[in-house]
Nanobody
Framework: QVQLVESGGGLVQAGGSLRLSCAAS????????MGWFRQAPGKEREFVAV???????YYADSVKGRFTISRDNAKNTVYLQMNSLKAEDTAVYYC??????????????????????WGQGTQVAVSS
């Protein structure tokens, strides 16, 4: 049984930082691309970042230069370091795992349908 469990969310002031973690179990973690998505109230789920099993990364334009995705295959964990947070970053953040990792290009991994497993999400709130 595959489980993805996010943690690290919370309330932070604008300009602050948070680090999200996603611990995976029940899958061969190193073989999966791991993505972060977010969903704000009343909006669709949107792509934030992805790190492939061959560790290349893609980011949404809105977070590039502020967020960093990384993974520790020994710990089966993917991280999202979020700096210079803005009020518009407020959302529930989800991690997801995609088994087909041989594709390249941000547009492929930005598609929620390309992911096989999802976590339950962690709330991030940024006060302005």
């Amino acid at each position: 049984q595959v489980q993805l469990v996010e943690s690290g969310g919370g309330l932070v002031q604008a300009g602050g930082s948070l680090r999200l973690s996603c611990a995976a179990s029940g899958l061969s973690f190193g073989d999966y691309a791991m993505g972060w998505f977010r969903q704000a109230p009343g909006k669709e789920r949107e792509f934030v970042a992805v790190i492939r099993s061959v560790p290349s990364t893609y980011y949404a334009d809105s977070v590039k230069g502020r967020f960093t995705i990384s993974r520790d295959n020994a710990k089966n964990t993917v991280y999202l370091q979020m700096n210079s947070l803005k009020a518009e970053d407020t959302a529930v953040y989800y991690c997801a795992a995609a088994s087909r990792t041989y594709y390249t290009g941000r547009s492929y991994y930005a598609d929620t349908h390309k992911y096989d497993y999802w976590g339950q999400g962690t709330q991030v709130a940024v006060s302005s």
